[in-house]
């Protein structure tokens, strides 16, 4: 908690900074997977990459330790929100995405797409516009079974906002 208020102190005060590097989408993905295996052990929950053969080879430019602590905040929630031997799966894929520029020939640009997809508890519409503020739970009754601070996925929305061609889909 202490570390994701120091990030989102930089993040305010422009003093966060990305190191963009090339790196493996295979490894980005095993490495997350493996950072979070011993949780999902505990909880019976099976962890599944899906990561078409054609992507395995490439790479992206991110900041590496930055994009994998935003792919183990989302396992990890996703974690925790599962019940016992349900499953958590990070699904990698190409997507048809718009051009750049409205007035060029609408070639399409391909995406990559990082999704975290899980048997959990879900949701509800009315809440998805609370989902990515800072503070907020969406559970906010005071016997909430599930901790944490609400400040995890506002810190990764924001940590994926700074990356170039990123966005996050609500």
Sequence with gaps: MIYDILDFSKIDANKFTLKLTDVSIQSLCQNSLLF????????????????PEQLRPLNIRVDDRRF????IDLLSNAIKFTPERGSVTLDVRIVNGEPEDLNSL????PKIVFSVIDTGIGIAAENMGKLFQSFVQIDSSLDRQYAGTGLGLSLVKRIIEMHPQFSILN
């Design 36 to 51: 979070i295996k011993e949780l999902a052990y505990k909880r019976q929950i099976q962890l599944k990459i899906q990561l």
């Design 68 to 71: 994998r602590q935003v792919s």
């Design 106 to 109: 609408p070639i399409p640009r």
